[in-house]
């Protein structure tokens, strides 16, 4: 079990849930904490959950600039009902270590700002990610 991923049911709504990531040591995100929602449907785990961070400091190529996340794994079409949220959870984490892991599923568009920044300006991607 990672312990630098925390995530909950919210007191209120079971399908709404929180959690948090925390920076792995040693990657540009060492030292943050970022906020995402998890919101899933009544028909969760054969519809895919819809997973934003609400963290204006998240700035990932896989995250566009309203906080959804684009991965593989969450992709319309590709989602699979034996995918545990945790998995998710972890995906997530790994994206932190490696932030160019999973671009193929990311589509640039006006609001991918970071994803291309990542491709286009490297460096200055990297100085603008550092915690």
Do not use: Q
Not at 50 to 59: A, V
Not at 77 to 83: H, K, R, Y
Request: glycine fraction near 6%.
């Amino acid at each position: 079990m990672n312990n630098s991923i925390y995530a909950y049911p919210s007191s209120d709504d079971p399908y709404e849930w929180r959690g948090y990531l925390y920076g792995p040591p040693n990657s540009l995100y060492a030292g943050g904490e970022y906020e995402f929602r998890v919101y899933l449907s009544p028909e969760y785990p054969f519809k895919k959950p819809i997973i934003r961070f609400y963290d204006s400091r998240m700035y990932h190529p896989n995250v566009d600039d309203m906080g959804n996340i684009h991965t593989l794994l969450l992709k319309d079409g590709e989602w699979n009902p034996n995918i545990y949220l945790y998995k998710i959870f972890e995906h997530l984490y790994e994206l932190l270590i490696d932030p160019g892991k999973d671009l193929d599923s990311v589509k640039e568009t006006r609001f991918t700002t970071a994803l291309r920044e990542y491709r286009s300006n490297p460096d200055r991607f990297n100085r603008r990610t550092s915690v």
